[in-house]
């Protein structure tokens, strides 16, 4: 609470703070066009946490990179507010900095080393409030370094003196520190100390309690997805197949591949040999995809029809999309 | 300490670390942690550098040809001038620190004058990629591949042999070094997850090159610096030594050593002490360079 009252009034409640429409990223590289994402639309309610699963290789941090505004996208719009993020006038862009942050994976090269914590920490502070920062530097870097649970002392130092896991609440403390609407996580564990990695999941969620925003959490580890989000998207070869509400997707998963990731993940139970789902196979190179299905390659039901037509992503009940000829 | 290790039995054998003999002297320590010798060299050339009018025994360009040809104290000369004089009377000592001033004009100027022009290029150049890239890189391609000493050597024979066309000459032929390496290193940090970071707070491009690029490429940047005051240095004495650095009146350590290899067999202090002096000068800045290398690397501050 603290932290939001500093900074400005509590913005109305609106339905989304970040939406993307249809949204297409194309690299050209030798030998023709990697479709890193693939008519994706997704929106992130305030307040929420949705989380974005699936191999590597599957589009999840090209989607971070376009909601962040730091590539445009080849098809489609990104909105914030409203506003395709690429058409912003200047100050509706400070806007966007101040409301949108991240953290992610790597905890070492995400702080520049040349820098102190308290550098580090305030640089959107200072970049985006301009002279109003001033003065209330010392106070909100102290409250920031408190509520990630380091200590004041920490704001003096350099980043080589801390650990991972204190890097990662370092860089947690900065994305924070102007109480954004959206805090895009890409793998913000996936390097860290298993033993760290629940410290770390629980100070996000608690600080999510207090700033009220909302976290594009962006992970492989179905675990850590589960405990963070509200809805996940999961992601195959540049697109959503599955999109739901937690329960629903660990529950009652209906794309084969969901099942497929879900029985590769759960922890092995000698009562209940889960083999049935599992997923065989390489995933296919995303320069030259299978036609129809993405995932016919590898899905163990697949039908001729499955290679004809590209199955769309489809609402079976209960905000429970699907991309599956074959889900009920 | 012949202690057997024994395995499998009760608490674990903690072996004790080795500390080494306590330096008896404190200046010892001092030694080890900062480089004294090679800055109390460089100290004596700046210095001197500085204060050449002012402390030269002698006038360094007025000949006295009753006194030439002295050897060094110690050698069979005498105090009036302690290293001896040259084939013309003039005193050693004076022009080795006359000449301790323009080696140090010259290579700092030169070492500013390109590290500028090289920081800026490869900044640019890594920084905002694509055709600026491209065109600054071949640039920096051509210069690098031209033997520069025949260069400096064409072009003061051109215009001229006078210091600043030296200065000039020398500038237009080392940028390419700092633009190469830096380039590389600027690639290297603009893709660091802090750099795009630093994008999505918001931060404009000059602040990300400023306060997020530059600090970083400090370090590539002082060991080149360094390697290059030490090799203007030694250019410089190169091209006076050919004739086409510094004009002659003015006493240079190249210079110098050129008029001593005629009078080699006579007195051979008029090759060594200007030898010597650009050996130890040079030395004495890598070594202090390296040492500062590490020290300005915050993983490597001791606080």
């Known amino acids: 609470m603290t932290i939001q009252d500093r900074t400005r009034p509590a913005t109305p409640p609106a339905s989304a703070v970040i939406t993307i429409e249809a949204v297409s990223k194309v690299y050209p590289v030798r030998g023709g066009v990697l479709k890193a994402v693939d008519n994706v639309s997704l929106s992130i309610p305030r307040g929420k946490t949705v989380g974005v699963v699936g191999e590597s290789g599957c589009g999840k941090t090209t989607l971070s990179r376009l909601v962040l505004r730091m590539e445009p996208p080849t098809e489609g719009r990104v909105l914030f507010g409203g506003r395709d993020v690429w058409k912003l006038g200047r100050s509706e862009r400070k806007g966007f900095h101040r409301g949108v942050a991240a953290v992610f994976q790597d905890p070492y090269s995400s702080l520049n080393p040349r820098h102190r914590v308290s550098q580090i920490v305030l640089e959107p502070v200072r970049v985006n409030m301009g002279r109003e920062s001033g003065g209330l530097s010392r106070v909100r870097l102290n409250d920031l370094l408190r509520s990630v649970g380091l200590p004041e002392a920490a704001a003096g130092l350099y980043p080589h003196e801390f650990s991972g896991g204190q890097r990662q609440r370092i860089a947690i403390a900065r994305a924070i520190s102007l109480s954004p609407d959206l805090v895009v996580l890409d793998e913000p564990v996936s390097a860290l100390d298993v033993s760290i990695r629940a410290q770390i999941l629980n100070l996000l969620k608690d600080l999510q309690q207090q700033i009220g925003g909302a976290y594009l959490f962006i992970a492989h580890d179905l675990a850590a997805v589960r405990h963070m989000s509200d809805e996940i998207a999961v992601m195959y070869l540049g697109a959503v197949v599955e999109y739901a509400p937690v329960q629903a997707i660990y529950n009652a998963p209906k794309h084969p591949y969901t099942q497929g990731l879900l029985a590769a993940s759960l922890p092995p139970d000698p009562r209940r040999p889960n083999l049935d789902a599992t997923i065989f196979g390489e995933i296919p190179s995303p320069i030259d995809p299978p036609s129809g299905c993405r995932f016919r390659t590898r899905c163990p039901i697949a039908v001729a029809h499955c290679a004809e037509e590209r199955p769309p992503l489809r609402e079976r009940g209960d905000g429970h999309l699907v991309a599956c000829h074959l889900a009920d | ?303």
């Open chain 2, 1 to 303: 300490m012949s202690q057997e290790v024994q395995p499998f039995e009760g608490a674990p054998i903690v072996t004790p670390v080795e500390i080494g003999p306590r330096p008896r002297f404190r200046g010892l320590r001092a030694i080890r942690r900062y480089p004294v010798i090679p800055l109390f060299i460089i100290g004596v050339v700046v210095l001197s550098g500085l204060l050449a009018p002012w402390i030269q025994p002698h006038e360094p360009n007025s000949p006295d040809l009753l006194a030439s040809l002295e050897q060094p104290v110690g050698f069979g000369g005498d105090w009036s001038h302690p290293l001896g004089t040259d084939e013309l009377g003039r005193d050693v000592l004076s022009r080795v620190i006359s000449g301790a001033r323009i080696s140090l004009l010259i290579s700092l100027s030169v070492v500013l004058g390109a590290g500028a022009i090289g920081t800026v290029l490869a900044l640019v150049a890594g920084y905002f990629g694509g055709i600026l890239d491209a065109v600054i890189s071949r640039i920096t391609d051509v210069f690098l591949s031209v033997p520069f000493l025949l260069v400096a050597i064409a072009v003061v024979g051109a215009w001229g042999a006078s210091t600043q066309h030296l200065v000039v000459v020398l500038v237009f032929m080392t940028w390419s070094g700092y633009a190469r390496v830096l380039r590389g290193e600027v690639l290297r940090i603009r893709n660091l997850e802090f750099v795009k970071l630093a994008r999505v707070a918001g931060c404009s491009n000059g602040r990300i090159l400023f306060s997020h690029i530059l600090p970083n490429i400090v370090n590539p940047l002082v060991i080149l610096a360094t390697l290059q005051l030490s090799a203007v240095i030694i250019i410089e004495a190169s091209l006076s030594y050919l004739g086409l650095g510094v004009p002659l009146p003015q006493a240079t350590w190249g210079g110098m050593l050129a008029e001593g290899k005629n009078y080699i067999g006579v007195s051979n202090a008029m090759v060594i002490i200007p030898g010597v002096t650009i050996a130890l000068t040079c030395l004495s800045i890598n070594l202090f360079g390296d040492w500062l290398r590490v020290r300005l690397d915050p993983r490597f501050r001791q606080l």
